[in-house]
């Protein structure tokens, strides 16, 4: 497959065009015209670029890519080595960051909600990225779902605030969502679930009564650049792997 023809497919796949992001989405790196083997990723680490070379790759696709507003934009250091590898390699670098988030069916807090077995029926928050639902057995305690949480994601969730409340309807944002607490508090949410927690966090779970899970960014965001890759293959016929580099955040 072309580059630029994948680059265009995903582009309108993932309804960049809609979206307002802190980063470009789409081609962030040119490599070769011609496309056959895709390694997709969470994060565009030096390690990921070192697998794609080492594995002969044509493309990188992943959540987290490069060029985030405001960063130093100087290619030194590890920049540098990063960009460096790419393109000293021909591989080219996608990545797709609130698109992948926001998508319905393989987005982060879609293939989050279908791992767990949660059922969304609202939205919230700017742009619509928070989700809003039941959960898969309604009246479970925060604390039985942290547990359920733990036992799909392979890392043990932070609860702060009221465990023994039960649940009947449950929101979440994927990895660093813990900024939508508050809307999604309004939505009327009784537990929020997001990656990441911030030190204010903690007090408002307290004084507001809905408690609040911190289940990590890097594992509530596996799964849709996961889902891209299964399209990738199944949809496009690329050869498309996924690679799960351990982070523990």
Do not use: K
């Not at 789409?26 to 011609?34: I, Y």
């Not at 390694?39 to 959540?63: F, I, K, N, P, R």
């Not at 021909?90 to 909600?113: C, E, I, K, M, R």
């Amino acid at each position: 497959m072309r580059l630029e023809a994948l680059w265009r497919h995903l582009d309108e796949l993932l309804e960049v065009a809609r979206l307002r992001d802190y980063c470009p989405n789409g081609l962030q790196v040119e490599g070769r015209a011609d496309v056959t083997r895709v390694l997709c990723g969470v994060t565009a680490s030096q390690a990921l670029v070192d697998a794609a070379v080492a594995g002969g790759y044509d493309a990188l696709l992943v959540h987290h890519g490069y060029f985030w507003r405001g960063e130093d934009g100087r290619v030194v250091g590890i920049r540098r080595r990063r960009l460096g590898a790419l393109l000293a390699h021909d591989v080219s670098l996608l990545a797709y960051h609130l698109p992948l988030d926001a998508h319905p069916t393989l987005g982060n807090n879609a293939q989050l909600a279908r791992l767990m077995g949660w059922q969304g029926d609202g939205h919230f928050g700017e742009q619509d990225l928070g989700w809003i639902g039941a959960p898969a057995q309604p009246g479970a305690s925060a604390i039985e779902i942290a547990a359920q949480l733990a036992a799909r994601l392979g890392r043990e969730p932070l609860l702060v605030g009221d465990g023994e409340r039960p649940v009947r309807r449950i929101a979440w944002c994927s990895g660093g969502g813990q900024s939508l607490f508050e809307q999604a508090i309004a939505a009327g949410a009784e537990l929020y679930v997001s990656g990441e927690i911030s030190e204010q966090t903690t007090h408002l779970a307290r004084e507001s009564g809905v408690p609040f899970i911190a289940a990590g960014h890097h594992a509530t965001e596996r799964y849709g650049v996961r889902a891209l890759a299964e399209y990738l293959q199944a949809e496009l016929g690329l050869t498309a792997d996924f690679l799960d580099l351990p982070n523990p955040v």
